[in-house]
Nanobody, 126 residues
Framework: QVQLVESGGGLVQPGGSLRLSCAASGRTFSTNFRAWFRQAPGKEREFVAGIRWSDGRTAYADSVKGRFTISKDNAKSTVFLQMNSLKPEDTAVYFC???????????????????WGQGAQVTVSS
């Protein structure tokens, strides 16, 4: 089992920045990819960004490219999501996820991920 705990959510004005963290514990060696998804009220959970643990290869949703950056700290088994130039449409609950699937690029399909955090609310509003 792998446990994921998110932190860093909150309320921010449009154009502002937030940094989310996701700390992993347990059998983290079994995971190949870590990712961030988000879910707004009444909408499906959608892929935001992903990273391959071994070499840091990343993938982003088109809606966040150039604004969000995913990164990792190997020693702390932690993944970060730096969110800049935030927009009201970025408002959602953000979930950290981990996958043990093999491959090169981070999967964007939510059912590819075995482990999930509890979620962190991000609200972008003036």
């Amino acid at each position: 089992q792998v446990q994921l705990v998110e932190s860093g959510g909150g309320l921010v004005q449009p154009g502002g920045s937030l940094r989310l963290s996701c700390a992993a514990s347990g059998r983290t060696f079994s995971t190949n990819f870590r990712a961030w998804f988000r879910q707004a009220p009444g909408k499906e959970r959608e892929f935001v960004a992903g990273i391959r643990w071994s070499d840091g290869r990343t993938a982003y949703a088109d809606s966040v490219k150039g604004r969000f950056t995913i990164s990792k700290d190997n020693a702390k088994s932690t993944v970060f999501l730096q969110m800049n130039s935030l927009k009201p449409e970025d408002t959602a609950v953000y979930f950290c996820a981990a996958s043990g699937l093999p491959g090169v690029s981070p999967p964007t399909w939510k059912f590819s991920y075995d482990y999930w955090g509890q979620g962190a609310q991000v609200t972008v509003s003036s």
